[in-house]
């Protein structure tokens, strides 16, 4: 098309591609040239690293820490929380191995210029809960971001990628990917012995609670799109617990965290009237989960279920009662800079609806669900463990490598591991950036090769769209609405409903079934069909069109795995109304899938939970 004939292919080729600059891939990047003094190392970010990614806004807390060096806790004890968390399910080696290397990653941050708070009494760093510490983060990732540029030989911003590149020789081993910039339009082929995906979960999969022109504010940034599972799934790497959403208890409107006010400051939240609910729901719980009500802290699960079954009740709204907390001027600091540093939006809630948290209550809600495999949720590609603690059938070769040759991840892309947070998908980057020049080393001599004709039919794939809109556009007189394309936001809406509607969104009260689940399969498989006919007007709706492909192919996934998994395990996330309670006896498992791109196939299977923690 004349505004972008003047395209050109730019070949870019390294020993390791780290795809996004979040978390995950500024650890990988860091710790990749550690360990691979000589290698180049280019690193592949859809925006700016500088403020990219979930953590762009910042962060009030680090909710992984273990505090080793004071004898706080030990590795193994965050194994059992996260597996109680999760109602019985992680990979205890995935969890244990960052749980032992996350201290270290908090210290380099304090080196690099965060500045962690600390307990006056004790000269240690002020905990928020048993976990989690508390910063002042406006700042993280810049901090994180410039450990990243100064290890990578190559930083590439602003360019969006799209398809990873398979080798020609060897069918089950990755080649690099390929992308666009969303700059100036140029087609970019990166080929590299090694990948790693750090490219974060999927927020606006499911219709927000914000919509119209709120719908930009959700809990996960509204730019996860989900290309950490979008990129990995069509390629056929095996996925695990996709099933897993998660659902937020946040402050109404601005997604305010809830954390701080609980643990820290000892808030508590009430009904409407004024009553602690909590435990008023001890026996319904007990009735549906078993054994797993007796768990303290009560997991975050099931404290949602408390939450919208008071809801469901009649005896909402809920509110986090603030005023009788913020006594003193340090307690009313830290309740402010706790939703300035991470979700400003909050604070603008309280100063636009007059709440001054001093004198009123706040409410609180549940979110939308989203997909991710870094918070109290553990959904994304099944990767090889370490070779020291993983059972043999959770290791195949390289520590965090997917089940496709040399293809790594880290952070929200790597599944079964829950309760990373920043400073786990930190580390775990750098276990994967490690294992990844391992891989790059032991290769010695045998690059991929990368087949010309697979490149020239993405080329044309990818920037299909512009045509569209180009041949299309005439066709409208008035308005948005064309009779032979899609808009991306068109398209974003339409799977917005489906997921919310028929996969356990918050009009359903996140309750599904198998009939449910199955429309909803047949309308994801129409919209598929319809994502040919996405229209882009400029370089930035074509980037939409490629974020919502690669949120289209994450919500197949999560509705397969959802109907698979005929239980409910995780109430108060998702409710399968034909499978209301948890059953240890058949679901004690990971569920897995994979699709096969010959054939067009998914494959669903168990995978064994083996504890090695007791
Ligand atoms: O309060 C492409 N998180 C919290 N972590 C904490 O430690 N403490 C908290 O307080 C946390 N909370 C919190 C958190 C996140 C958010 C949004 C809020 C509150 C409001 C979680 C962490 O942020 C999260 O665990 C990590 O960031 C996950 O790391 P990673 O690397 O998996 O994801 P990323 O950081 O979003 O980075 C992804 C990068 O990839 C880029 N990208 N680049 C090229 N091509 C593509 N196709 C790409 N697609 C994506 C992105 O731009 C990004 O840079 S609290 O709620 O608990
Ligand atoms: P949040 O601010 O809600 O993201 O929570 C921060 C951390 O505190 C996470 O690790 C949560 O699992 C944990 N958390 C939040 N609320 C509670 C609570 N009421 N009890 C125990 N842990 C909590």
């Not at 719980?285 to 919208?308: E, F, Q, W």
């Not at 880290?410 to 990373?420: F, L, P, Q, R």
């Not at 198998?514 to 074509?542: C, I, S, T, V």
């Amino acid at each position: 098309m004349a505004l972008f004939s003047s395209r050109k292919t730019k070949f870019v080729d390294s020993d390791i591609l780290v795809i996004g600059g979040g978390f995950g891939g500024c650890g990988a990047t860091y710790e990749s040239r550690y360990w691979g003094r000589n290698l180049k190392i280019v690193l592949v970010e859809k925006a700016n690293i500088e403020r990219s990614g979930a953590v762009a806004h910042g962060l009030s807390a680090i909710n992984c820490y273990m505090g080793m060096q004071w004898d706080e806790n030990r590795p193994e004890d965050h194994v059992r929380y996260a597996r109680d968390d999760l109602m019985g399910l992680v990979r205890e080696d995935l969890v244990f191995d960052i749980a032992r290397h996350v201290d270290a990653t908090v210290h380099k941050f304090e080196e690099w210029g965060l500045p962690i708070m600390t307990d006056p009494k004790t000269g240690r760093y002020l905990r928020e809960g048993r976990w989690q510490i508390m910063i002042h983060g406006e700042s993280y990732k810049p901090i994180i971001a410039e450990a990243a540029r100064k290890s990578a030989t190559e930083v590439y911003n602003r360019i969006m990628v799209t398809h990873l590149l398979m080798d020609k020789a060897r069918p089950n081993r990755v080649a690099g990917a390929v992308g666009f910039s969303v700059r100036d339009g140029n087609f970019y082929v990166f080929r590299a012995k090694a990948v790693i995906v750090g490219a974060g979960g999927a927020s606006h999969i499911y219709r927000p609670r914000s919509v119209g022109e709120g719908m930009g504010r959700t809990w996960y940034a509204p730019w996860s799109s989900a290309s950490a599972y979008g990129l990995l799934i069509p390629i056929g790497v095996k996925m695990t617990q996709m099933e897993n959403k998660i659902v937020l208890a946040r402050f109404k409107d601005g997604y305010g965290p809830v954390g701080a006010w609980f643990l820290l400051l000892k808030s508590h939240a009430t009904n409407a009237y004024g009553e602690k609910y909590e435990a008023s729901w001890f026996e319904e719980i007990k009735s549906l989960v078993g054994k797993y009500a007796d768990i303290t802290p009560m997991p975050t699960c099931l404290r949602n279920h408390a939450m919208l079954e008071e809801i469901k009740a009649g005896k909402g709204p809920i509110y986090m009662q603030t005023q009788h907390v913020l006594d003193t001027r340090e307690k009313e600091e830290i309740g402010w800079e706790d939703f300035l540093d991470m979700t400003i939006g909050q604070a603008v809630v309280w100063a636009s609806q007059n709440i001054d948290p001093k004198e009123k209550p706040s409410e609180l809600i549940t979110s939308e669900p989203y997909v991710m495999g870094s918070h109290a949720t553990c959904s994304g590609a099944w990767a090889s463990g370490p070779d020291d603690c993983a059972p043999k059938d959770y290791q195949w070769g390289y520590n965090r490598m997917t089940t496709v040759d040399g293809l790594f991840g880290a952070g929200d892309t790597i599944g079964g591991s829950a309760h990373k947070f920043s400073s786990g998908s930190f580390t775990e980057g750098r276990i994967a950036g490690k294992s990844a020049v391992k891989y790059v080393m032991d290769l010695a001599g045998d690059p991929p090769q990368v087949d010309e004709t697979q490149i020239k039919r993405l080329e044309e794939t990818i920037f299909k769209p512009l045509e569209n809109y180009e041949v299309g556009r005439n066709e409208i007189v008035a308005g948005t609405v064309s009779p032979s394309y899609l808009s991306p936001l068109q398209g974003l809406q339409r799977l917005e409903k489906i997921m919310d509607e028929y996969v356990g969104g918050i009009s359903t009260f996140y309750m599904t079934n198998e009939p449910m689940l199955n429309r909803g399969l047949e309308l994801l498989a129409m919209l598929k069909e319809d994502l040919d006919q996405l229209g882009a007007e400029d370089l930035h709706q074509l980037q939409r069109t490629w974020e919502l492909n690669h949120r289209v192919w994450t919500s197949e996934s999560v509705t397969r795995h959802t109907l698979f998994r005929q239980e409910t395990r995780w109430p108060g996330y998702y409710y399968r109304g034909d499978h209301p309670k948890l059953d240890d006896t058949e679901w004690h498992v990971f569920t897995a899938s994979q699709y096969d791109p010959k054939t067009d196939e998914w494959h669903m299977s168990k995978l064994p939970v083996h504890h090695i923690i007791d």
